[in-house]
Nanobody, 124 residues
Framework: VQLQASGGGSVQAGGSLRLFCAAS????????MAWFRQAPGKERVFVAG????????KHGDNVNGRFTISLDNAKNTVYLQMNGLKPEDTAVYYCAATDRYTSIQYRENFYTYWGQGTLVTVSS
C-alpha cells in the first residue's frame, strides 16, 4: 500500500487542522493505521491509531480530547482532526500502516508502510 499524507500548515494556538492520509494499492480495511509525529530534535512518537475497519481508536495522552482519528473506508483515507492546537504540537506528522497485527500498536517499528510526512506549525 502507498500512503500520501497532506493537510499540514501553519496555524495559531487554539486553531484546528485536518490531516489526510490517502491510500492506494490496497484497501485500508486490511491495515491497522496510525499517526505519529516528530518534533525537531525529538523522537517520532505515537499520536493516534485505528484498528481494521475503524472500530477501535486510541489516542496519545498528549492529544487525548483534542485530536480524533477516523477511517473512511469508502474513500480509503484516514483523517486526523486536530482541535485546540498548541505550540508543542508543532511537528512533522506521519501516517503509517501495518498488516502484521490486528490491534493498534504504539511503537513505530511495528509499522511497515509510511507516508512522506506533513508539517504542522503552531504559533503562540
Amino acid at each position: 500500500v502507498q500512503l500520501q499524507a497532506s493537510g499540514g500548515g501553519s496555524v495559531q494556538a487554539g486553531g484546528s487542522l485536518r490531516l489526510f492520509c490517502a491510500a492506494s494499492g490496497r484497501t485500508l480495511s486490511n491495515y491497522v493505521m496510525a499517526w505519529f509525529r516528530q518534533a525537531p530534535g525529538k523522537e517520532r512518537v505515537f499520536v493516534a491509531g485505528v484498528n481494521r475497519l475503524g472500530r477501535i481508536t486510541k489516542h496519545g495522552d498528549n492529544v487525548n480530547g483534542r485530536f480524533t482519528i477516523s477511517l473512511d473506508n469508502a474513500k480509503n483515507t484516514v483523517y486526523l482532526q486536530m482541535n485546540g492546537l498548541k505550540p508543542e504540537d508543532t511537528a512533522v506528522y506521519y501516517c503509517a500502516a501495518t498488516d502484521r497485527y490486528t490491534s493498534i500498536q504504539y511503537r513505530e517499528n511495528f509499522y511497515t508502510y509510511w507516508g512522506q510526512g506533513t508539517l504542522v506549525t503552531v504559533s503562540s
